[in-house]
């Protein structure tokens, strides 16, 4: 799901990271593999109980996987529940998904602030520019990365000019 302005006031861009549908299958049939393996062909209550616990615990754990959100809106950067003001928004930089290694690996600071999603390929990362923030930059993962940098391009504060009245 991506909206672009007009489905919040004020959002620019918005995306959920949501699962893609073959991701669903193999821990369903895990999920029930299991259930099967506890249940063993006893009767009663270990007949029935794994199969009303592990099959709905496994469905509620992939769906709250998708829930993830990329938000730019009200002058702020959202991934999931953090919040970047875009007055610290340094450059932005687009990787593809040869890059994800070199980025999310050993050249990765452990200060970063990171959102991987392994089923969404492009990744961005956002240096930040604020002198009191211990982190260095974000990187996360998005559908849209183009969209998203238009987005924060758009939506950042004009640098103010010395000398003009504000």
Do not use: Q
Request: cysteine-free; charged content about 20%; glycine content about 8%.
């Amino acid at each position: 799901m991506t909206d672009t302005a007009g489905s919040r006031p004020g959002a620019t861009f918005r995306e959920r990271l949501y699962v893609t549908w073959y991701w669903w299958p193999l821990p369903l049939v895990a999920a029930g593999l299991l259930a099967a393996e506890i249940h063993m062909g006893y009767p009663g209550v270990r007949a029935w109980l794994p199969y009303v616990l592990i099959i709905p615990l496994t469905l509620l754990l992939i769906w709250r996987a998708g829930t993830t959100r990329v938000e730019v809106a009200g002058g702020e950067l959202r991934v999931a529940d953090a919040a970047l003001p875009l007055e610290f928004a340094g450059p932005v930089e687009v990787f593809g998904e040869k890059d994800k290694r070199r980025v999310l690996g050993p050249n990765l600071d452990p200060a970063a602030f990171l959102l991987h999603r392994g089923w969404v390929r492009p990744l961005i990362r956002v240096l930040v520019v604020d002198p009191d923030d211990p982190t260095p930059y974000w990187v996360f993962s998005t559908r849209h990365p183009e969209r998203v940098v238009e987005a924060i391009a758009a939506a950042r504060p004009a640098p103010s000019v010395p000398g003009e009245p504000e």
